[in-house]
């Protein structure tokens, strides 16, 4: 493959416009309505899910929790655009991923919560454990790409990282590798311009992040994080082609973070108001809202009940998680090895007998 195979274009790749009319592109066609109305209804049960985390946090109820606001479209057209058999590795940020993923969300939010590691059963969803420390997922996310790809499993992997973690070694290591044993694995970039409060000014001189795919030999595509139909043509077409032997690739879907990095952050500290407000109008979801109330495949009754049914799912969210959790403290030692050792067993002894003198 030629560099300028890899490049990826000036501009970011586009299929709806901010003010909700399509946009063609030469290399890309817009998903059928159906899918539209899909990715439509996941955003918008997705910033309702979101939403209500964060309200739970406010109250106690989450140690903490990182938000996606404004960032819907990257998370949910990207998730949407797997195969079943694909393996998704997220980041502390992916919870809508997750549950757009399927999986129940309080298992979503255990790990927030501070009851166990991993609220879900991995194998179960295709889906890694959340990753806290920067770009130590793409590794694990590479090698069960390579493992597939040895196998001769029809596989692909996606993996969520940000923009500040294009600046860890992890990252380097993962994208040397995949690109020199043509691994399948799709690298997402959630490119929303702030690492908690360093810019991406600080992070990269290069024009875009996907141009730092040419210099692993992979292929790097720039797109409108803001616009899931292109986020969704894009990556499927790069999670299709990675699984037919093409390699990975590397997506940068420029958006921006709405709120705070978490609730323990100031972001008025480091960012102006009007930068926000500036995003808050490139909205992806008001985005595709306007496009399918466009051309008739929405209109005001469909719109509401789809506000109604990420309502119903919020309130069922909030009750499961006002209950308090019922927690076994021996469960400390499951899932440690497979075959638990003597050390641990004399560990769980000690505790039960601990417990059973305060009953």
């Not at 817009?30 to 910033?47: E, F, H, K, N, Q």
């Not at 860890?168 to 799709?186: I, K, L, R, S, Y």
């Not at 992040?209 to 899931?228: C, E, F, T």
């Not at 940068?252 to 008025?268: I, P």
Request: charged residues 25%; hydrophobic residues 40%; aromatic residues 6%.
């Amino acid at each position: 493959m030629s560099p300028g195979e890899l490049l990826p274009g000036s501009a970011p790749i586009q299929l709806v416009d901010q003010d909700g009319r399509r946009v063609a592109d030469p290399a890309y066609g817009c998903p059928d309505t159906g899918v539209l109305l899909d990715l439509y209804r996941s955003m918008v049960a997705g910033r309702r899910f979101d939403r209500q985390a964060t309200a739970l946090t406010r109250q106690g109820r989450l140690a903490v929790y990182p938000s996606s606001s404004g960032q819907e479209a990257c998370q949910v057209a990207a998730v949407r655009a797997m195969g079943e058999l694909d393996w998704l590795f997220p980041t502390y940020r992916e919870s809508v991923a997750l549950v757009t993923r399927g999986i129940d969300p309080v298992e979503v939010l255990t790990l927030l919560r501070g009851d166990w590691h991993c609220g879900y059963d991995p194998h179960a969803y295709r889906a890694a454990p959340q990753c806290t420390p920067l770009a130590t997922n793409t590794v694990h996310a590479v090698g069960l790409a390579d493992a597939a790809r040895r196998k001769g499993d029809q596989v692909a992997v996606l993996v969520f990282i940000g923009d500040g973690a294009t600046s860890e070694g992890d990252a380097h290591e993962a994208f040397n590798f995949a690109a020199v044993f043509a691994a399948p694995v799709v690298f997402v970039v959630q490119n929303n311009q702030w690492a908690i409060s360093v810019p991406l000014s600080k992070q990269s001189k290069a024009p875009t992040l996907a141009h730092k795919a040419v210099g692993y030999g992979m292929r790097g595509h720039h797109v409108d994080g803001n616009d899931a139909a292109a986020v969704y043509a894009v990556v499927r077409q790069a999670l299709d082609d990675a699984r037919a032997g093409g390699g990975p690739a590397l997506v940068e879907c420029l958006t921006y973070r709405m709120d705070a990095h978490t609730n323990a952050d100031d972001a008025g500290r480091y960012r102006d108001e009007a930068e926000v407000e500036l995003w808050r109008q490139r909205d992806p979801v008001e985005r595709l809202e306007r496009l399918l109330l466009a051309e008739g495949a929405l209109d005001e009754a469909a719109r509401e009940a789809v506000a109604a049914e990420a309502e119903e799912s919020a309130a069922a969210l909030r009750a499961r998680m006002n209950a308090e959790p019922e927690l076994t403290p021996g469960d400390l030692f499951e899932h440690v090895y497979a075959k638990p050792t003597a050390h641990l067993h004399r560990q769980a002894e000690l505790l039960a007998h601990e417990l059973s003198e305060e009953a």
